[in-house]
């Protein structure tokens, strides 16, 4: 046991000493835009049985946009928004999400990978119906902290690899559209992202364009806001292809 721990120890010791500030590049705005083509998941199922959360969902294409300034000594700022609904077969079902990031982040170079760290606050406002079917709505709303992390690796010539995992716990309430209300509510996301991106150098920058999957989990949805309590709190995952267009320098 002692021995693996000292592995890890030696190994993490060994990136940290090849670690090394990634080379400057011209400072100013960046930005881009994401269109993700997710599927709704669920911890309770999504389908036509009457035993599934949701009815059966509709592949759907939702925008995502970024914007920041990064400076030459690659720290930077960063806001994201996302607009996510879905589409079930029964006009009843809903989840509907409202989030927006604003996050620093800092760039790094560990060997031939290159690191961007982040650190900042999320907000979230998830709309969602209870069992397949059912009348009753939620709304969650919610603030917290988030921190990531994104590394990218070339391949071969204009090709990279990229991937990112993060996560968030967003605060708040949850009101029932009975008006009950549950308050102290914590929603846990943990985000993952793989992708190839092609990219074009230009003046300050480079374009780029990704393709790849992602994966969004939102655990800890109630579905029962009144003073009992409910075991069968709701665990949704998005997850699919995404597309990537963006100017980053």
């Not at 911890?43 to 970024?66: E, L, Q």
């Amino acid at each position: 046991m002692k021995a693996g721990k000292l592995t890890i120890l030696l190994f993490v010791a060994t990136l940290l000493s090849q670690a090394t500030p990634a080379v400057c590049r011209a400072q100013g705005l960046e930005g881009g835009v994401d269109v993700t083509l997710f599927n709704v998941y669920s911890n309770h199922g999504v389908g036509a049985t009457g035993s599934s959360w949701f009815s059966d969902d509709n592949t759907v294409g939702n925008v995502r946009y970024w914007l920041g300034y990064q400076t030459s000594e690659r720290n930077g700022i960063r806001l994201k928004y996302w607009d996510f609904f879905g589409s079930f077969d029964l006009a009843t079902d809903v989840f509907d999400l409202k989030q927006l990031d604003g996050e620093l982040t800092s760039d790094f170079s560990i060997g031939d990978w290159v690191v961007t760290g982040s650190a900042g606050v999320r907000w979230n406002e998830i709309n969602y119906t209870d069992e397949a079917g059912a009348a009753t709505r939620y709304r969650f709303n919610g603030i917290g902290p988030s921190i990531g992390v994104s590394t990218r690796r070339n391949i071969l010539g204009n090709l990279n690899f990229v991937g990112s995992v993060g996560g968030a716990v967003a605060y708040g309430d949850t009101l029932s559209t009975s008006t009950s209300r549950a308050s102290g509510v914590a929603v846990n996301t943990i985000d993952s992202q793989l992708a190839l991106e092609y990219f074009v150098p230009v003046a300050d920058g480079f374009l780029s364009l990704k393709g790849g999957w992602e994966n969004h989990w939102y655990s800890g949805l109630s579905v029962n806001v009144d003073s009992n309590i409910d075991p069968e709190d709701l665990d949704v995952n998005l997850a699919g292809p995404v597309i990537s267009v963006s100017f980053e320098r």
